[in-house]
């Protein structure tokens, strides 16, 4: 089991920074990888930003390259996402997300998500 809590969600004004967290339990924590994905009323969920657990390599969207950035804690099993110069189109719900070593299918586990409002 992998469970993932976010946190760190909120209202912000255009411009402004949050910084999301995603903490991981479980005994042995190795993921392949983990992400964030978001998804917007009205809209299909989309990959916002992914690092590689090991390495740390990050890769991100478009839409957020340069604005958002991915680092991890290992030591603390946790995956955080600092989200700078926000726009109102960043609102969303953020998941978190991890892809176990095992896993042929992709993202095997999902955060229940967590609110983020950008008002302009």
């Known amino acids: 089991q992998m469970p993932l809590v976010e946190s760190g969600g909120g209202l912000v004004q255009a411009g402004g920074s949050l910084r999301l967290s995603c903490a991981a339990s479980?005994?042995?924590?190795?993921?392949?990888?983990m992400g964030w994905f978001r998804q917007a009323p009205g809209k299909e969920r989309e990959f916002a930003a992914a690092l590689r657990w090991s390495s740390g390599f990050t890769v991100y969207a478009d839409s957020v390259e340069g604005r958002f950035t991915l680092s991890r804690d290992k030591a603390k099993n946790s995956l955080f996402l600092q989200m700078d110069n926000l726009k109102p189109e960043d609102t969303a719900v953020y998941f978190c997300?991890?892809?176990?070593?095992?896993?042929?299918?992709?993202?095997?586990?999902w955060g229940h998500g967590i609110q983020v409002t950008v008002s302009s």
């Open positions: 997300a991890a892809q176990s070593s095992s896993s042929t299918v992709g993202y095997d586990y």
């Open positions: 479980g005994r042995t924590f190795s993921p392949y990888r």
